[in-house]
C-alpha cells in the first residue's frame, strides 16, 4: 500500500465546475498536509497546508480533511482553464519530509 | 526576490561522468532536501539536510552525494552516473520547526538530466 495515495485521472470538468481531488493516506499519526499545483515541466507550487480537521478555504480552493477516515480533498470552485495541472498531495513525514503521492491530472475545459 | 536556484536545468550526460548539480536558496532556510520525480513515482526524497553540516540519507540515495557547507547551497553530487538516474530533479528549502514543519517548502526550477 503507498503512503499516499491519489487517482492519477485525467479529471476532466467543465469550466465553472466544482474539481473534487482526493487523496488517501496509510500512517494514521500523520498530522500536516499539502496540496502542490504542478504544471507540466514546472516545479511543484503551494496551494494550500491543513493539520486540523474540517475544512480550510482559501478564495476558490477549499481543503478538507478527516484524520478518522484519513483522506484528505481539495475542492476548487469555479474552475478555470488555468487550473488545469497535475495536483499533488503530500503529507509531512519524520524529519520534515514531505511524501507525495504521485499526482491527479486536471483538466477543464471551456 | 525570494527563491531557489538550481543548475544547469538542462543536462545530457554519459555514464560515469562525474556531475555536481548545484542549489543556492537566499532565504536563510535550515531545511534543504533533493527530489527525485519519475512517472509513475511521482516525489521521491534524495537526501535532505537540517542545517550546516547536517545531512541524511531520503528514500533513495543511492549513487547520489550531497554536502551542506553553507546555509545557501547544497549541491547534488553524481560520482558516476547511470542511465537510471534520468530524472528529473528538485531542490527544495524550508524553514524547519523539528517536525511540525507547517511552512511552505519552496521548490527549485528543477534540472532535467539525461544520462546516456
Known amino acids: 500500500q503507498k503512503e499516499v495515495e491519489q487517482n492519477s485521472g485525467p479529471l476532466s470538468v467543465p469550466e465553472g465546475a466544482i474539481a473534487s481531488l482526493n487523496c488517501t493516506y496509510s500512517d494514521r499519526g500523520s498530522q500536516s498536509f499539502f496540496w502542490y499545483r504542478q504544471y507540466s515541466g514546472k516545479s511543484p507550487e503551494l496551494i494550500m497546508f491543513i493539520y486540523s480537521n474540517g475544512d480550510k478555504e482559501d478564495g476558490r480552493f477549499t481543503a478538507q480533511l478527516n484524520k478518522a477516515s484519513q483522506y484528505v480533498s481539495l475542492l476548487i470552485r469555479d474552475s478555470q482553464p488555468s487550473d488545469s495541472a497535475t495536483y499533488l498531495c503530500a503529507r509531512l513525514g519524520a524529519a520534515d519530509k514531505l511524501i507525495f503521492g504521485t499526482g491527479t491530472r486536471l483538466q477543464v475545459f471551456p | ?116
Not at chain 2, 557547507?69 to 547534488?76: C, Q, S
Request: aromatic share 12%; charged share 20%; net charge positive.
Open chain 2, 1 to 116: 526576490e525570494a527563491q531557489v536556484t538550481q543548475n544547469p536545468r538542462y543536462l545530457i550526460t554519459v555514464t560515469g561522468k562525474k556531475l555536481t548539480v548545484t542549489c543556492s536558496q537566499n532565504m536563510n532556510h535550515e531545511y534543504m532536501s533533493w527530489y527525485r520525480q519519475d512517472p509513475g513515482l511521482g516525489l521521491r526524497q534524495i537526501y535532505y539536510s537540517m542545517n550546516v553540516e547536517v545531512t541524511d540519507k531520503g528514500d533513495v540515495p543511492e549513487g547520489y552525494k550531497v554536502s551542506r557547507k553553507e546555509k545557501r547551497n547544497f549541491p547534488l553530487i553524481l560520482e558516476s552516473p547511470s542511465p537510471n538516474q534520468t530524472s528529473l530533479y528538485f531542490c527544495a528549502s524550508s524553514f524547519a520547526i523539528g517536525g511540525r514543519n507547517t511552512d511552505t517548502q519552496y521548490f527549485g526550477p528543477g534540472t532535467r538530466l539525461t544520462v546516456l
